[in-house]
C-alpha cells in the first residue's frame, strides 16, 4: 500500500460555470491486490471530528483522479446537508462481474482495516451493492459496513440494531429502504423541478441512465408520481417507449447488477444503442449510472431541459459550462443524490427512527427546499445550482464537540 503524493491543483473555470472546486484532499492511499491485477484507492477529502463518509465503488478503469472527484463531491454532500462528518471515497479498478471480484473486495477491506475500524464510515456504490459490503464486514468481524461510525455510539449493539432495522425496513414494491432511499430523493430532486416549473408530473417526461440502486429507486418513485418515463438504459442499452415504460415491469427483470432481462420484455418497446439515451426527447434525464457520462461530445445531443445527477460526477465541468450556455442547469450531484448518505447520517444519529415514513417525509422535504433555491437562483440571478451549492458546502455547520452517535 503507498501514500501517495499531493499531484499539483487544476483549478479551472470554464464560460463562467464554476467548475467542480479542485483542492487538496486531506489523504490518498493506493493499494494493490496481491493475488490479481486489482488496483485500488481510499481518498479521504476531509476529517471531521475523526469521521469521513463515503462508499466503496468497484468498475473495470476506475482511477484515482475518479475517486478523488468522487470524495470531493462527499465532502460537498456531508456540508451541503450539515452532517458532521467529512467526505471521502473508495475505488477498486475490477470487474464486479469477475468470479473473484469477492475476494478482491474482502482484501480492499482488509487493507483499509485500519481506516474503516476508526475513521472511514463505507457503503454501497456502483458495482457493490450494500448487502455485499455489509457481509464482507461480517466476514471482517467489523459488523456492518457503519463500523467506525457505530462503534463510537454510547451503545453499539442498540445502534447497530437501528442501523440494520433501517436498512432493511420494507417499503412498498417489495423493497427495502436503505436500497431505495438514495433514489427516492433523486425522484424527488426531479419532482421538485416540474414544481417550479409549474407543471404535473404526468405532464412531464424523463429519462434515466442507469436502473440499479439509484437509478431503478429513482424510476420507480417518479413512475409511482405518475410522471411518464419514455427512456432508460442499463448497461446492455437503452429502452424506449413514446407511451411511457412500465417501470415496475423492467424493474422485475434486473439481474444482481442492474441489468434487464431482454429476452422477457414487454411488447412495444423499442431497444436502442446505449448511448441513445443522452439524445432522449424528454424534460428530465437522469444519468444514474457511471462517472463523466456527460461530456463535450455528446453535450450538444442533450434534448432535456434539465439534468438531474444521481450518479456521481456525471457531468464534467466542460460539458456543465456547454450545457449552462443553452441554457440547461444541472442539479449537482451533491445535492440530487445526497439523500443516501444525508439519510444513513440521520438514521446514525437518531434523527429520523427506523420506520419508512419519516424518513420518506423528512428527505422529501429537504429535497424540495434545496431544489427550489438552486432553481430560483438560476432562472432569477443567472447563477448555476452547483455555484449555489457550493455556497452552502463553503459553509458547513461548525462542529461545537465530538459526534454524539445515540
Ligand atoms: N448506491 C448508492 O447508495 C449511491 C448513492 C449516491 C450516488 N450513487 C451513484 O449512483 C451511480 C449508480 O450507482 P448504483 O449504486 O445505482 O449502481 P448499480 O451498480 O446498482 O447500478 C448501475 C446501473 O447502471 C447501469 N450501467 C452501467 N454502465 C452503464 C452505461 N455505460 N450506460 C448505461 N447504463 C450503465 C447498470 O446496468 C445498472 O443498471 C454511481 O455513480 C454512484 O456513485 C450511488
Known sequence: MTMLNPGPSTSQ????????????????????????????YLVVHTLRGGLATGGTRMRAGCSLTEVEDLARGMANKTATFDLPIGGAKGGIDFDPKDPRAVEVLERFCEAMRPWLDAHWVTAEDLGVPQHLIDEVFEKLDLGQSYHAAIRRAADPAATLER???????????????????????????CLATAVQWGQAPAQTTAAIQG???????????LHEAG????????????????????????LDLRDGYGEI??????EGIEQQPRNAIIAADVDILVPAAISYAITPDNSYDIRARVIVEAANAATTPEAEAMLAARGIPVLPDFVANAGAVAWAWWLLLGEVDDTPDTSFDRLRTTMHNKVAQLLTAWTDEGVSPREVGHRWAADPAPLTGPVVIP
Not at 163 to 189: M, S, T
Not at 239 to 245: E, K, Q, T
Request: net charge negative; charged share 15%.
Open 261 to 266: 432481462d431482454r429476452s422477457r420484455l414487454p
Open 211 to 221: 436502473v440499479g440502486t439509484m437509478g431503478g429507486a429513482a424510476a420507480y418513485y
Open 163 to 189: 442501523v440494520r432495522n433501517g436498512l432493511n425496513a420494507a417499503v412498498d414494491g417489495g423493497f427495502l429502504l436503505g436500497d431505495v432511499i438514495g433514489g427516492y430523493g433523486v425522484a424527488h430532486a
Open 13 to 40: 473555470a470554464v464560460s463562467g460555470v464554476p467548475t467542480t472546486r479542485r483542492c487538496e484532499p486531506y489523504m490518498r492511499l493506493h493499494w494493490t491486490d496481491s493475488a490479481t491485477d486489482a488496483v485500488g
Open 227 to 250: 410522471m411518464k418515463i419514455t427512456t432508460v438504459a442499463d448497461a446492455a442499452g437503452t429502452l424506449y417507449c413514446a407511451d411511457g415504460l412500465d417501470i415496475p415491469a423492467l
